[in-house]
């Protein structure tokens, strides 16, 4: 706001008087509280002298420019607005003129009243200095306020800070004498006055006068209210050497921003923020350290205080950055609205706002202001059906104008076309994944386009706005939304740096396992399953390894989850099952009894041609069906259980042995093995305990019920000898483990199996 004419008709020598005198009276200050500090000076007096010389400098300052004459040549402002315009800035010199003054008479008198009267003396002033700088403040100019929205935001910045202020004003402020009700209300405010004042000195108009005048006005009602705590009579002591630097500073301060004002130097610059952040922190630290030299505990008020720091903290988490997105576009034209539930006609994407493409998005990353705040998300709509590329376009153009219509004012759209959108948002993680989950809701909505109906499967990856380039932050939030599809789609992910690893490393395995078969890299190991009772080998069960130059060894682990997506796990479960009946076959001639376990997936076994498939294997390697356990994972039947239960009792029909592996001895899982036709029960021997009775080892309760349904259990995961007698000791007939035999290939399983005469040939 421009400052009138009458304001600026002050000699410019006056506004721009050199600092000399104030440079002076610093130093006068300073001399005056190390007198203090070494008792040579009656501490009052201290505050009384270098009060009553900074009062009088900034009163001469201000006075020059409040007397200054109206320059004839300039005329008479022209109306009763005008008039009243260049009136208030002269208004505005006066009254924080008279403010200084008061300010200065009030630290003048201290000395000279008696101790009885000195608290009165000093509220009076303070309550007459308050007057005079809230009316002074208040003639100012004034920069236009910020927008609503930003104010919740502006108040929790400040909540923090402020209240360690005040914990720490509360815990120096003197207790003798003093009502806890006062010198809460006295710690508040010096918190207050003293947290304004560090914002407006650290922040982004720190240099202008208005900025000037309101931190000098702060300082200075920041040191009355010190005055106006200390003790009465000799009491005070030298603590009230802490009221003279605000109190100078203060005074000096609303000068020098008045000369600002004059000078109209309302310059913009990067705010400070480290000082909001390690200032009050020190100042509670220090705080802390006095009580606990004094020998006092915190008490429960100033614990009620630091913990009142938490909510504001959470709280303005949740607001993020909304206070620094950036400036909305402005709004497009109005255009006609489509009829309800359908797809419009794309237009070029420039008429409505959203720019297009990569490009526009990493040029809008890299023109954000450092240091960078917010969150970028990253869509994949992945459409269930194939459309055209026009209605496609159509569906884009749809899309972008539902996340316009969910996000919020500040945020920008950007339409990625061919594989999405992408939303910058200023807000913090929080909000950020609000807005993710906002946007799963309003682009999963079916699109109408040209009589049908396209769904989409929405895909979301979100990365937070760092100091990192564009491009890494772009490509953090596609990795993110890459792992969000291969959870299921329909979803919000947030990238994190083990996330990446996870992607990288999933990606090489998406890439190299179409080929593994081809190209000769899988390999089964065999692992003996023994007999408990004499420790004799009655079988072995398949173990497929994946062995890739790049990749190394690959466990199924790892690797059925991909085989499932890329849906090719039905070619490697047909690659094991028929290795694994070839080395059968080799290994049964010259032994009877030795049976081989194949693991096979949920969704393998519920393939309609899975038990021909088997029995035609079986029947080209001449391999009995008694020889071949199908083992199947027991937490992947629920899903799929009538289909699960038909194909065990085809296997079993022929004389196929079947098993469950995994089991977990859960009431569910319990009730659920009684519907399944199986012959073998794997189960682990994690487990210790069962119901109630820590005593009853949970092995003997699943041995007991498996007598019971008439089947065979083998306890697997046998790892130390303790384990093998446990089980043995359960009633478990058959064991498998490290500590019985480990993974081999097969010709080391079959150099084992020689070491045993009943299954050598």
């Known amino acids: 706001m421009p400052v009138p004419s009458v304001f600026r008709a002050a000699p410019s020598r006056a506004a721009y008087r050199p600092i000399l005198p104030e440079i002076c009276v610093l130093a006068v200050t300073a001399v005056l509280v190390v007198l203090g500090a070494t008792g040579h000076v009656p501490a009052l007096a201290v505050v009384a002298l270098a009060g009553a010389a900074a009062s009088t400098l900034a009163g001469v300052r201000l006075s020059r420019l409040t007397l200054g004459p109206d320059s004839p040549a300039a005329g008479p402002p022209a109306g009763r607005m005008a008039r009243r315009a260049a009136a208030r800035p002269r208004r505005a010199a006066a009254l924080l003129h008279a403010a200084v003054v008061t300010a200065g008479l009030t630290a003048a008198v201290l000395p000279l009243a008696s101790a009885g009267y000195r608290p009165a003396a000093t509220v009076a002033g303070l309550a007459g ?108 002591g030298r603590a009230a050497l802490l009221v003279v ?93 489509p009829v309800a539930g359908t797809v419009a006609p794309a237009p070029a994407l420039a008429d409505v706002g959203v720019p297009a493409g990569r490009a526009a998005l990493l040029r809008a990353l890299a023109e954000r202001p450092e240091p960078a705040s917010g969150t970028l998300l990253v869509v994949d709509l992945h459409l269930t059906e194939l459309p055209g590329p026009v209605v496609r376009d159509d569906v884009g153009a749809e899309a972008v104008r539902r996340a316009r219509a969910v996000a919020a004012e500040g945020d920008e759209v950007f339409d990625l076309t061919g594989s999405g959108l992408a939303v910058v948002t200023g807000v913090g993680p929080v909000l950020a994944y609000a807005l993710g989950t906002r946007l799963l809701t309003a682009l999963g909505r079916p699109y109408e386009v040209s009589g049908a109906a396209l769904r989409s499967r929405p895909s979301i990856g979100l990365a937070e706005l760092t100091r990192g380039r564009p491009e890494d932050v772009l490509r953090q939030a596609d990795l993110a939304r890459r792992r969000a599809a291969q959870l299921g789609r329909d979803r919000v992910e947030w990238y994190d740096a083990y996330l990446e690893e996870q992607l990288v490393r999933r990606l090489d395995l998406e890439r190299e396992l179409p080929g593994a078969v081809a190209r000769g890299e899988l390999d089964l190991v065999y692992q003996p399953v023994l007999a408990l009772a004499d420790r004799s080998p009655v079988g072995t069960e398949a173990l497929l390894r994946w062995r890739n130059p790049a990749l190394g060894t690959v466990f199924p682990a790892e690797l059925l989850p991909v085989a499932e997506d890329l849906d090719i796990v039905g070619e490697l479960g047909a690659w094991v099952l028929d290795r694994a009946c070839r080395q059968l076959a080799d290994w049964s001639v010259g032994r009877r009894g030795l049976w081989m376990a194949v693991n096979v997936t949920a969704r393998e076994l519920t393939s309609p041609d899975f038990v021909p498939r088997t029995a035609a294997v079986l029947e080209a390697y001449g391999v009995g069906p008694d020889q071949l356990v199908v083992e199947v994972a027991e937490p992947r039947v629920a899903a799929e259980l009538p289909t699960v239960v038909a194909r065990l009792a085809g296997l079993r029909s022929m004389g196929i042995r079947t098993a469950l592996d995994d089991f977990r001895a859960e009431h569910a899982s319990l009730a659920q093995l009684r519907r399944l036709p199986i012959d073998l029960l794997k189960v682990g021997p994690e487990a210790s305990v069962a119901g109630g009775d820590p005593h009853r080892p949970l092995l003997d309760v699943v041995v007991t019920v498996a007598d019971r349904l008439g089947l065979e259990v083998v306890a697997e995961e046998l790892e130390s000898a303790h384990q093998v007698e446990g089980a043995h000791r359960a009633g478990c007939r058959y064991g498998q483990g490290f500590e019985l035999a480990r993974p081999a290939t097969a010709e080391r399983v079959e150099a084992y199996f020689e070491e045993f005469p009943s299954t050598s040939r």
């Open 129 to 236: 200095t308050t007057a005079l700088l809230g009316g002074g403040l208040l003639s100012l100019p004034r920069r236009p306020r910020p927008p609503a929205r930003r104010w919740p935001r502006q108040l929790l910045d400040g909540a923090p800070p402020g209240l360690c202020l005040v914990l720490a004003a509360w815990l120096l402020l003197p207790y003798a004498g003093v009502p806890a009700p006062v010198r809460l209300v006295v710690a508040v405010a010096v918190g207050v006055l003293a947290v304004d004042a560090l914002t407006v000195l650290t922040g982004a108009r720190r240099r202008s006068g208005v900025a000037r005048c309101r931190a000098g006005a702060a300082l200075t009602l920041l040191a009355l209210v010190l005055l106006a705590a200390l003790p009465a009579g000799p009491a005070a």
């Open 245 to 337: 630097p605000s109190l100078v500073a203060g005074v000096l301060l609303v000068a020098a921003g008045v000369r600002g004002v004059v000078r109209g130097d309302a310059s913009r610059q990067a705010p400070w923020v480290w000082p909001r952040a390690v200032v009050p922190a020190v100042a509670v630290v220090l705080a802390i350290v006095h009580q606990l030299q004094a020998g006092l505990l915190p008490d429960r008020t100033a614990v009620l205080l630091a913990l009142a720091a938490v909510p504001s903290l959470v709280a303005r988490e949740l607001l993020g950055g909304a206070g620094s997105a950036p400036a909305a576009a402005p709004d497009p034209p109005a255009a006609p609205p």
